[in-house]
């Protein structure tokens, strides 16, 4: 069976960042297992600015600082095309890659999956289940790594920060949302969010709005919302349904070791209860920015590098 000191599960931000400190810290043997074709995490698809002044003091989109963590780690053992499918006691895995599922067992695993939106399946949304409804992360995908439109004038559903990112990835596409929707009686971005999205995006906000059912046949056609115990019909073409971040957490659920509130309980060293397991960056909730996940998956690989001494 294949043996390594330390096997990183994720090559986002802070699983790149571990790998290569590891590394700097004397830890020659670790690897990266990624599932996509290309290491980077989240920011490979965030085509605004926003990412890269933590790590390396400069102000890039997020495809260009997945560029640069690429670079970094380009010496080290990343396995791009590499699911995970099962963790088991003291470091054992179970992947599949293109030659199959193998078991793999490694001194020390970091668990660094990230984080995702909560979809339409969870969000109890009636209608019909056309084209055309996806999360923030599957619009910036066909947006930035697929060059597809999905849409020319999609609703919008929450209103986080995340949310406001994907007014900017419509601004992109030349796209503008007929509206933005949120549940609660303020945006959940601070209020200054409304304005930005009336004035600089022209694109209202329907506070104290709920989305009860999207119709469409092909494709979206509309959507039923509730205001005041009022129900009408928006016409649109798309939804995006945005935020509500929970941890990537189908792997680990039936892992080892313990879990809250949907994420794996850490100690103070980001130890998990079966001490060969670690966990850093998105999978600890709440939502951090790249910088953070980056510092933290920097601060795991010393305590993992610690742990093995
Ligand atoms: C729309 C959007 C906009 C954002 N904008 C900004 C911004 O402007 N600035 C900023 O600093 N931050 C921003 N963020 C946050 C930033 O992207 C995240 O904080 C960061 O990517 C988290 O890093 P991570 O390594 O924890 O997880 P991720 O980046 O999610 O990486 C996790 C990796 O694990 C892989 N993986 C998951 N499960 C498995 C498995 N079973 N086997 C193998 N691989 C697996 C995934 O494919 C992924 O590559 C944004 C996030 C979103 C969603």
Redesign the pocket.
């Known amino acids: 069976m294949e043996r390594h000191d330390v096997a990183i599960?994720?090559?986002?931000?802070?699983?790149?960042?571990a790998a290569l400190r590891l590394v700097e810290l004397g830890i020659k043997d670790v690897v990266v297992?990624?599932?996509?074709a290309e290491?980077?995490?989240?920011?490979?698809?965030?085509g605004?600015?926003?990412?890269?002044?933590?790590s390396h003091r400069r102000l890039w989109t997020?495809p260009r600082?997945a560029a640069q963590l690429r670079a970094d780690t380009s010496s080290l053992d990343v396995r791009t095309g590499?699911?995970?499918?099962e963790l088991g006691p003291e470091g054992h895995l179970r992947?599949r890659d293109s030659q199959g599922a193998r078991h793999m067992i490694a001194n020390r695993v970091l668990i660094?999956?990230?984080?995702?939106?909560t979809p339409r399946a969870a969000r109890l949304v009636g209608g019909t289940r056309p084209q055309g409804v996806m999360t923030?992360?599957a619009l910036?995908q066909h947006v930035y790594l697929n060059h597809r439109r999905p849409f020319d004038r999609p609703v919008i559903v929450g209103s986080e920060?995340?949310s406001f990112?994907?007014l900017v990835?419509c601004l992109h596409l030349g796209v503008r949302p007929v509206a933005m929707i949120e549940e609660n009686a303020a945006t959940t971005a601070p209020r200054a969010g409304r304005l930005v999205a009336r004035l600089a995006f022209g694109v209202p906000v329907l506070t104290a709005t709920r989305l009860i059912a999207i119709d469409g046949r092909g494709q979206v056609e509309a959507v039923e919302v509730e205001h005041g115990g009022q129900r009408r019909r928006i016409a649109c073409d798309g939804v995006v349904f945005?935020g509500q971040?929970r941890p990537?957490n189908?792997?680990y659920m039936t892992g080892p070791f313990a879990s809250d509130d949907l994420a794996p309980r850490i100690d103070s060293a980001f130890r998990c209860t079966d001490p060969a397991f670690f966990a850093?960056?998105?999978?600890l909730r709440p939502?951090?920015?790249?910088?953070?996940?980056?510092r933290?998956?920097l601060a795991a690989a010393a305590a993992i590098a610690g742990s093995m001494l």
């Open positions: 599960v994720g090559g986002g931000p802070a699983g790149l960042a297992l990624e599932r996509e290491a980077g995490g989240i920011p490979r698809h965030c605004h600015m926003g990412f890269g002044w933590q997020g600082f590499t699911t995970v499918l992947i660094a999956t990230g984080t995702r939106e923030t992360g910036q920060w995340v990112s994907v990835t945005t971040f990537e189908a792997l850093a960056g998105n999978v939502l951090k920015s790249s910088g953070t996940c980056w933290q998956g």
